[in-house]
């Protein structure tokens, strides 16, 4: 007996070609559950989604990334299409929606036709529909369905007129095919034959031509035949039929400033300033915010828990270590809202064209652009949008140096280092260093990329045919829904990647700062204040725990580049995250909260005061400090990097390459900073 | 015979024929140039390279060498 299989989730896939309006299909018809994951054994990202309530279907909804043919052109789309075929999680769709902007229905039915010779179960979605009937022209449902054999639905991109429609023609087809047998598709054959594809054009042509009509305007019906022969006798070449895909006018015109030869230079570096400084500006005080929340919160907790080991845990361990992953999320939200509004304004793809030429020549690609500019948030987000790019030597290529840029962990710390170089009223060189800074980081990333990418053969070990086809969308004004989805689903996407990898990290240096001797005696001096006392014990708990005691083995390694154990012992720390270094540094050099004095300067102060051990000499000296500087510029001082860097390029290879050469890098620059600006005299 | 790469800007051209020896040819025929299909160029970037054509109702980036392959008249 054949057993009935009743409640098995149906599974709809949603395909489309790039700016098909696939993603705002699929907002319209998923809830709030979305949730994004890989693609099992590879860096394709999906999102699944239970269909919304209100539909009352119950099924799976998965979404792809967008495809032009089922013949495969990278690795990415590989695994797209073989998961598309059979998910190695879903199994097969019992049903493929394809989006086919209205306006581009030849370009787009290539698609169609390739899943329906797979014997998909498809529904075409024609999107963009208002914006055709705009232009004067209207695709006939009832005759597109006719020759493609399949349902075909209209949506209106603005209003979500027609999903209700689509759910219906949804349901009645998961009806029909529970009735019929299960369908195994056909695979694509990998045909390099181009007679066949521009055939398949061809055929597309015939049917273009009989589904389009004229919309009747000021009375008139616009009849093709008779505009073809008008336009026969004109250009005998060309054929009207044509004529109904013309290129967005007002697409065009801005494109001539946005592209121009100077001023499309001169808004390319406007737009990239405003977003680099709206990382920044706009995010720190609401990073201000989420860091004094979680200060507030370990307080409170070591007051609630009472000043114990226990206490010590959940405050310095727990709250704290949850803080330093969240106070990156407002920044991470906030590039990816400006990076989604370019995206579905369609200036991103214009961005990536300007600059795809000089990344060419240092072996990147046009699409190494977003994760470079990500990577001044953060490399884990920057690190996943790479996949973006097609090619697999320029992604990895493009992996390999996104820890070189300056990234927001940094800034602290060079907020500290520059306040010590440059104190009280000479703070102003501070800021300007610190923009010179982030540009010399920039100048880093190019010429690594440049060098590894002359040894890309040991290094990255990959060829692939170098490529840039990337259509240049119409414009635009963006949809908030979308834009605000991306957004939050790239948060999200750091918290489950950065997250626990960071909070295991921080609880296991907690526990090496804080044993073996927790509860040190101290020496029976007059400390007064109570306060100051606690300070004095955190110290010393500190110098004698198990990271001082790493710290001093690897006194030797630090000697040659000016320090002692005790930065030692705060470089460990910082592999946590980088900006641990400050707050590191500020138990070690037994820095009391003076009420009146904000903590970097507290901290400034105990610099200065610092002596190497056993010497009059001091330990931060401008050369130390400037050695410093150029130490947090390479060292890849980021276990998470590390982590997602294994999990984005499929291996242990390149990030265990990127640990040593970026810190070996960053340690020889870091002598001879400090040793070259010692010879010259600079204390 | 002339390609898509020498055109100048406005120039309205047909395509004659898309040269398959070149690896990038495939996807050009899939996403859209197919002989006996006008096109236009409507951009260059700054450098020169990538070139934008219009094509079936869109506008299309390629780079200089991968609109060799594409031979019009």
Known sequence: MTPIILDKTSLITLVGSPNSGKTTLFNYLSGSNIKTSNYPGATVEYSVSKLLNKFNITANLLDSPGIVSLNPNSPDERVTIKSLFKHPKFGVPDLIVVTVDSSQLARHLFLVKQLLACKFNVIVALTMAD???????????????????????????????????????????LKETHKKEKIIPVPYQNVDDKQKLIGSYAEIELISDKVIDGIPQNGKQINLKEANAQLSILHPDLKAKNNCYVVDKRTLKIDKILLHKFWGLAFFFLIMAITFSSIFWLAQPIMDLVSNIFGFLADEALIIIGNNWFGDFISTGLITGIGSVMVFVPQIMILFLILGLLEDTGYLARGAMLIDRPLSKIGLN???????????AC??????AARTIPNKRERLLTIFIIPLLSCSARLPIFALLLAFLFPGPKAWIGGLVMAAIYILS??????????????????????????????????????IRVVTNNMITSARA???????????????????????????????????????????????RLASSYAADMGKFIEPVMRPIGMD??????????????????????????????SDETLQNSIVKAMNDAKIDGTGQKLFTPSTIIGLIAFFLFALQCLSTVAVS???TGGWRIPILQLIIFSSLAYIITFITVNGLRALGLA | MKTASQLTYGEKVKIDEIDDQHPSSRRIIEIGFTPGQEIELINKSVFNDPLAFSIRGTIIAIRKNEADCIKVS
Not at chain 1, 379 to 384: D, E, F, G, L
């Open chain 1, 131 to 173: 914006i055709f009937f705009k232009k004067g022209y209207k695709i006939s449902v009832e005759k597109l369905s006719k020759e493609l054999n399949c349902d075909v639905v209209n949506i209106d991109g603005r209003n979500g007129n027609g999903v209700n429609e689509l759910v219906k023609t949804i349901n009645k087809n």
């Open chain 1, 366 to 376: 046009g699409k190494s652009f977003v994760p470079m500019l990500s990577g001044f």
């Open chain 1, 379 to 384: 490399a884990i987000p920057a690190m996943m």
């Open chain 1, 442 to 479: 920039i100048f880093n990333s190019v010429i690594i990329a440049a060098i590894i990418n002359k040894f890309s053969k040991s290094v990255i070990r990959e060829t692939d045919n170098s490529s840039f086809i990337l259509e240049l969308p119409a414009y635009r004004v963006p949809k």
């Open chain 1, 494 to 540: 750091y918290l489950r990647k950065a997250g626990p990898v960071i909070l295991v990290l921080s609880v296991a240096i907690w526990f090496l700062t804080s044993f073996p001797n927790y509860n040190p005696k101290l020496s029976t001096q007059n400390h007064t204040q109570q306060g100051e006392n606690q300070q004095i014990q955190n110290s010393e």
């Open chain 1, 565 to 594: 154990w005790r930065v030692g012992v705060s470089l460990i720390a910082a592999f946590t995250a980088r900006e641990v270094f400050v707050s590191s540094l500020a138990l070690i050099f037994k820095v009391t909260d003076q």
């Open chain 1, 646 to 648: 294994r999990k984005e």
